[in-house]
C-alpha cells in the first residue's frame, strides 16, 4: 500500500512541476504592439469579441509567426496580421504565447 501512495504522489507532483513550467514560459512581454486594421465588413456587420492568437516568438523578439485559435472568422485575419508586427523581448530560443487581440467599435 506504501508503494502505491509513493507512486501516486510522484505522479501527481511531475504533473504539477510539468503545469507550473507551461505556465509560466510564456511569459515574454511585448514591447512594440500594432493595432489591428478593423475590416470592413466586420464594422458594417457591428461584430465586434476577441480573437485568440498563438505566437511563435523567435530568440530576438520577432513574431514568426502567429496561427488563430479562436475567434470571429471576419476578424481573425486582421489579428493574425497585427500580431505578427508585434515584437517581444528577446530570448534564450523560440517560445510559443498566447495572446488575446480585441476589436470594439466606437460608440
Not at 507532483?13 to 478593423?38: E, H, I, N, Q, W
Not at 523581448?89 to 510559443?96: D, I, S, V
Request: aromatic content about 6%; charged content about 20%; some cysteine.
Amino acid at each position: 500500500m506504501t508503494r502505491n501512495r509513493l507512486l501516486v504522489v510522484m505522479l501527481v507532483g511531475s504533473v504539477c512541476l510539468f503545469s507550473a513550467m507551461l505556465l509560466y514560459a510564456d511569459s515574454r512581454k511585448a514591447t512594440k504592439t500594432a493595432p489591428p486594421a478593423y475590416p470592413a465588413l466586420a464594422a458594417k456587420m457591428r461584430v465586434e469579441g476577441t480573437v485568440k492568437i498563438e505566437a511563435i516568438i523567435n530568440d530576438e523578439g520577432a513574431v514568426e509567426d502567429a496561427k488563430v485559435i479562436s475567434g470571429h472568422a471576419l476578424l481573425a485575419p486582421a489579428a493574425v496580421e497585427a500580431v505578427k508586427k508585434w515584437r517581444y523581448e528577446p530570448g534564450g530560443g523560440k517560445t510559443t504565447q498566447a495572446v488575446n487581440v480585441d476589436f470594439v467599435l466606437p460608440h
